[in-house]
């Protein structure tokens, strides 16, 4: 009782035991001895407390431990065999724990640790295996270490895919065995979260539909045990732990594990036991990552078949991960739509129709991994490789939008999102919208203003309305007045809350943010005609209200996005209420707090675009302040890295308006600037800032030292494509230094002027 009693105070206050004395001594050094000898008590009871108590000091590496580490080892593998399994699992954990943090002391017995570990990960007791699986996955962390495991790896790697293989308990996770057949999928059975999945924002789904498009009843309830059930199957198996330290031996060793481990699947992939090839599907797919291109790229074209096969196994589970492992090779597969015809019609285009095909798949397990890989090919792809195909693309995912239901539902909208941001305005066609934009606005109608199934379904009409530009014109009025209405019916019941501030309602938050993300795509995408839009709605002052709303960083930073993006599209629209919104906008230029660098960086680049448009005698007042606050971003001294684009920018463009006031601070920031700027690439922005930077120097040249003006010369000498006015800037810069400067000194500066083309008549 005692021991079980310790054991629980050590789980919950180690941190403070470790520091804790006694009379100037450390407790730990009172209660460690005692620990280490209950190691060996014939009560495995006491033994399991005992190095359970122990094993929450090896993470702070503890020195008591450290004191005692030679006394604690031996102890360890005098009962590393112990007939217990509690005890051997305890051991694993304490091994893989001394690995990280005593690994100086774990070195004279190295080898003899993992042969240990190559044992207990063949134990028949999974939980055991599984703490000893973890094994090798720490083992790839410690670079100093690698060297001892080569030796081993031939026999390590065979055990780690065994142990992929499902066992009796994951499929009994499933709701079904393995002699079911595949209709039994259409079964209630939760899934667990797949580590190796591509990650979304959505990922609790599930839905269900026919093959043929064919509609079938859903339990409504389903949904209602997701939570739970997610929770309950998160849990790390030995097969996800297996996969996990597959992938991490083979980014480290490479083709010293693929060698071993190709002919190994050479038996896996061909075995007449669904379970065995699924592992070795899955083991393919964990081999993938970082390696494929050097180590197995030369096996691609004969794996890629065979996993265009098994996408339409009779067994879910393996079209499950076979969707999986084909993600994994989507740089590859999309590689070959342009290398080769054969490459595109043997490869790509195989994939391509049978994902597509497994989007619609009876299972509602493989149309989640189906459309999570189906994702991960269209982020690699561009427009070049997706756009010949956009009509049987669209018409497999729109026959699903008509059929999924709420779960895997999301995911689809993942999807959709990303092939628009992949296409981009080739999806503004006339054929495309029209098949499209139905479905989804069906959809957009069917839910309630409460609902957060309204959250992705808005992020993919962000995508969409970015990509269709002035093709989602007709949609427009009532999404725009929704996301109005949803950002105001918020603030208002916010409002309500007298207690708000301890709330703390992230929901509330996600009705904002995602309202204001939809419609700054709808404004990028619709430009100056989204005005009449924007002019009868009260948009503008919810925005005034957004941009100080309880200072909270998920709301300020889609906020300002909003706000450069008005300014862009419809500055006179805008313009009256910036009184409000640049005090608050130049306040978040003085917020320091990490958690507000994205809203900090929009305010930057809204200040940037509203100085390019703003009467003069209403911006005014504002340049020297913002100067300040920015110029210390760009100084040599800065870590703020995320932040320079943007305030190079608007220093810069500063000066196109206000070019007295700026150029007072040129002595401050000119070698800076110009240093930073040349990381940037050209365009409209860092033009629109060299034309500011342009007129400071042609109003106070003497700002700029020698080395300034070289920076400048040579930026000018390398400029490829300015525009007809900022050509003409650059000319006078040119001119001016020219005639201010001796012969020596002009030589010294303009190095690479004459490169150029473009500046051969300034420099005469």
């Known amino acids: 009782m005692a021991l079980d009693t310790l054991q629980k105070i050590c789980e919950d206050n180690a941190k403070d035991m470790s520091i804790a004395t006694i009379e100037d001594r450390p407790v730990l050094e009172l209660i460690i001895p005692l620990f280490i000898p ?142 079911q057949e595949d209709q039994q999928e259409d079964l209630v059975h939760p899934r667990f979260n797949n ?104 096996r691609l074209p004969e794996m890629i078949p065979f996993l265009v096969s098994n996408l339409s196994n009779p067994n879910a589970h393996v079209r499950y991960i076979t969707c999986w492992t084909v993600s994994r090779f989507s740089n590859w597969i999309v590689s070959q739509c342009t290398t080769t015809e054969s490459g595109r019609t043997q490869f790509y285009e195989p994939v391509l129709r049978e994902l597509l095909r497994r989007i619609l798949d009876r299972s509602d397990r493989v149309q989640e991994a189906a459309c999570c890989a189906f994702s991960t090919l269209e982020e690699q792809a561009t427009e070049q490789e997706l756009v010949p195909y956009l009509p049987v693309i669209l018409n497999h995912l729109t026959r699903a939008l008509r059929l999924y239901r709420n779960r895997n539902l999301r995911l689809l909208y993942d999807t959709i999102g990303t092939l628009a941001e992949s296409v981009g305005p080739s999806l503004n066609e006339p054929g495309c919208i029209a098949v499209l934009m139905p479905p989804l606005i069906s959809r957009w109608n069917g839910l309630e203003d409460t609902d957060s199934d309204l959250f992705p379904l808005l992020g993919c009409l962000t995508d969409i309305a970015t990509s269709l530009g002035i093709g989602f014109l007709p949609f427009t009025e009532p999404v725009f007045t929704r996301c109005v ?144 606050c920015l110029i210390p971003f760009i100084l ?55 034309v500011g930077f342009c007129n400071m120097v042609i109003l106070f040249p003497h700002a700029l030292h020698e080395v300034a003006i070289r920076m400048l010369l040579d930026t000018i000498g390398q400029w490829q494509n300015p525009s007809a006015s900022l050509k003409l800037l650059f000319d006078q810069v040119t001119c001016g230094y020219r005639g201010l400067l001796t012969e020596a000194q002009w030589n010294q500066v303009s190095p690479y002027m004459n490169n150029n083309p473009n500046n051969a008549a300034a420099v005469q």
């Not at 330290?245 to 060698?259: N, P, Q, R, W, Y």
């Not at 019916?489 to 904002?512: A, G």
């Open 38 to 179: 209950f190691f060996s008590n014939p009560i495995s009871r006491l033994r399991v407390l005992s190095l359970s108590a122990t094993n929450h000091f090896i993470p702070l590496k503890s020195p008591t431990l450290l004191n005692h580490i030679e006394t604690y080892l031996q102890s360890l593998f005098e009962i590393a065999t112990d007939e217990n399994t509690e005890v051997r699992q305890e051991v694993c954990r304490s091994f893989v724990m001394l690995l990280d943090n005593f690994t100086e002391s774990l070195l004279p017995y190295l080898n003899q640790l993992i042969e240990y570990m190559i044992f207990c990960n063949q134990s028949e007791n999974t939980k055991v295996a599984l703490e000893a699986c973890d094994f090798w996955n720490q083992f790839s962390r410690l670079r100093n270490l690698h060297e001892h495991l080569i030796p081993f790896l031939p026999r390590v790697i065979p055990v780690i895919l065994n142990s992929l293989v499902y066992t009796e308990e994951d499929l009994l996770m499933f709701g079904i065995d393995d002699h």
């Open 195 to 298: 580590r190796f999945m591509r990650s979304t924002r959505h990922n609790n789904n599930r839905y269900q539909e026919e093959e043929e498009g064919e509609e079938e009843e859903v339990d409504e309830d389903d949904d209602e045990d997701d939570q739970e059930d997610d929770e309950f199957f998160s849990e790390w198996t030995l097969r996800k732990f297996s996969a996990t330290s597959l992938e991490a031996l083979t980014a480290v060793f490479k083709s010293k594990v693929t060698d071993i481990l190709l002919p190994l699947l050479n038996h896996a992939l061909f075995s007449s036991d669904w379970r065995i090839v699924e592992s070795g599907i899955l083991a393919l797919g964990a081999a993938a990552e970082g390696n494929y291109i050097s180590d197995i790229s030369h």
């Open 485 to 628: 209405m949803l950002i105001s019916n918020t603030l208002n019941n916010t409002i309500r809350y007298d207690e708000y501030d301890e709330l703390e309602d992230e929901l509330d938050d996600e009705f904002i943010v995602v309202p204001l993300d939809l419609l700054s795509g709808i404004v990028q995408g619709l430009g100056n005609t989204v005005e009449p839009f924007v002019r009868q709605s009260t948009l503008l002052p919810l925005l005034a209200v957004c941009a100080h709303y309880d200072s909270r960083c998920e709301v300020l930073q889609p906020t300002f996005a909003l706000i450069g993006d008005l300014a862009k599209a419809c500055f006179n629209t805008l313009e009256p209420y910036l009184e409000n919104i640049m005090p608050e906008l130049i306040r978040q230029l003085e917020n320091e707090e990490v958690s507000f660098k994205s809203a900090r960086n929009n305010a930057i680049w809204a200040l940037g675009e509203i100085s390019i448009r703003c009467q003069k005698e209403k911006m005014e007042r504002y340049v020297e302040h913002i100067l300040r």
């Open 636 to 690: 040599p001294q800065s870590s703020l890295f995320e932040l320079q684009t943007n305030t190079i920018t608007t220093i810069g463009r500063l000066g196109i308006h206000y070019p007295e006031i700026a150029a007072r601070f040129l002595p401050h920031f000119s070698r800076a600037w110009l240093y930073r700027s040349r990381s940037m690439r050209e365009n409209d922005e860092k033009e629109s800032a060299f």
